[in-house]
């Protein structure tokens, strides 16, 4: 399956070369209007954000596909998005290589949050030996739920959860390229528009990462092929 640009006003390279951008670099609406004018491009902020809305889910969908193998033993934290001027919270799942597992905005942190994103992210990525957590009870308790599904239905393999902050560091640490990148555009104005741009978020970053086999291409080769 590939991204459709039926009906668009623009070549495709040009559209998906704006997404990249902007899900990459720590640039705003604004700034990257200006940016692909200076490119002779004239468009305005308003379709740079319907592109982003549009494409940045799918590429991060075939990218969580195509990604490399990750080891089993994971390192899973939340950090803080401001949506609608409301905090909301992005759960976000690391291998203990540090390569990019599953992520997945909510606008509540608690047991239920928690569960449905480890049942997401086992979904996508097979169950781990153990997940290292902070000292949340939300988030154990929301593992704990997921170990009693486990128990009664498939092998029943059961996950090891380690609550420890000193080795959570890793995935806190892989928060600062997302705030990073977050920090420009100051807050987003509807929910269904941060997760798709976060997605494209983490979909670059996993690319600057080196997670997607590419034979030397470039980020932006790497993105694009994405949408082939």
Request: glycine share 6%; net charge positive; charged share 25%.
């Amino acid at each position: 399956m590939t991204v459709d640009f039926k009906g668009s006003h623009f070549p495709r390279n040009v559209i998906l070369y704006a997404v990249y951008f902007y899900v990459r670099y720590a640039v705003s609406y604004r700034d990257l209007e200006e940016i692909m004018l200076e490119r002779g491009v004239d468009v305005d902020h308003a379709t740079l954000n319907r592109w982003v809305v549009k494409y940045a889910p799918f590429i991060a969908a075939q990218a969580q596909k195509r990604k490399r193998q990750t080891a089993n033993s994971w390192r899973m934290d939340e950090t803080y998005i401001k949506v609608k001027g409301a905090w909301s919270y992005l759960y976000r799942a690391v291998d203990r290589d540090g390569q990019t597992l599953e992520f997945m905005l909510s606008a509540r942190r608690d047991t239920a949050a928690a569960r449905r994103f480890f049942r997401q992210a086992i979904r996508v990525n097979g169950a781990p030996d153990r997940i290292v957590i902070d000292k949340s009870g939300a988030n154990l308790a929301g593992l704990q739920a997921v170990n009693v599904i486990r128990k009664f239905t498939g092998d029943g393999h059961q996950i090891r959860a380690v609550q420890s902050k000193y080795l959570n560091n890793m995935v806190e640490q892989d928060h600062r390229f997302v705030k990073r990148i977050t920090r420009p555009m100051t807050g987003f104005k509807a929910f269904h528009s941060a997760a798709a741009t976060l997605s494209g978020i983490e979909a670059a970053h996993m690319i600057r990462k080196g997670q997607i086999t590419a034979d030397g291409a470039t980020g932006f080769q790497q993105f694009a092929a994405l949408a082939a």
